[in-house]
């Protein structure tokens, strides 16, 4: 382990390391070591900082210098999957399905090689978090079978999302776009989305900087939001409504 590292110390409690300390290389770690209890899970989150590690690594914390995120009045659906998807029947729903969809995100996926990143022990620490109402999934049906879904965490006006898949063409950005659409509905502007890639830019991620990100979080997380399922509140989506929704 590289000796700049910080090591966090037993109690879930301790504070993390400055970020300053983060490292350029590779880009964003900052500690390893603790554990992932709800308390450590959160104080990370709420501090820009998440755990991402294989099986048979320490727990490996990172603030990467450059942030994906999505405004949620920017989530943008390709045209032709708009229209594909407005015909599907397809309904999003909220928090009736969480270990489902942490189980579909931790698949391998088609052409993948090696391991995922959630482990048995991150699963049960979602598990935890969704237990106590601060873990929640957004799944997309098709009649009664499963199709894909997004989950994440919540505390205040924030959400940071975590992973997202499909077991049909589309599934996941539809559940993207219906959390989109109802956060906006909330007054919530904001979804982590924590390192950029080619397909989240595609739906309309942006790329700031840890400090734009961390001053925005800093207000989001401190406006009052009761921790809760959010299957009542969160309601059900048709496709058609989320792909009818024309973009701003």
Known sequence: MNLRLAELPPDPNAPFPPLSQALADPDGLLAFGGDLSPVRFLNAYRNGIFPWFSE?????????SRRAAFRTDGVRLPSRLRRRL????WVVRADTAFARVVAGCAA???GQSGGTWIT???AEAYDALHA???AHSIEVFDGDRLVGGVFGLSFGHMFCGDSMYSLESGASSLALAALASRLRDWGWPLIDAQVPNAHTRSLGMETWTRDDYLRVLARLRE???EPGSWTRRFGEITAQT???RPPD
């Open 108 to 110: 391998p996926r088609a």
């Open 56 to 64: 048979g690594e320490p727990i490996l914390w990172w603030s990467p």
């Open 132 to 134: 106590l109402g601060h």
């Open 120 to 122: 048995a022990g991150m």
């Open 86 to 89: 407005r015909n599907s029947g």
């Open 223 to 225: 406006l009052p939001a």
């Open 242 to 244: 989320v792909c009818a």
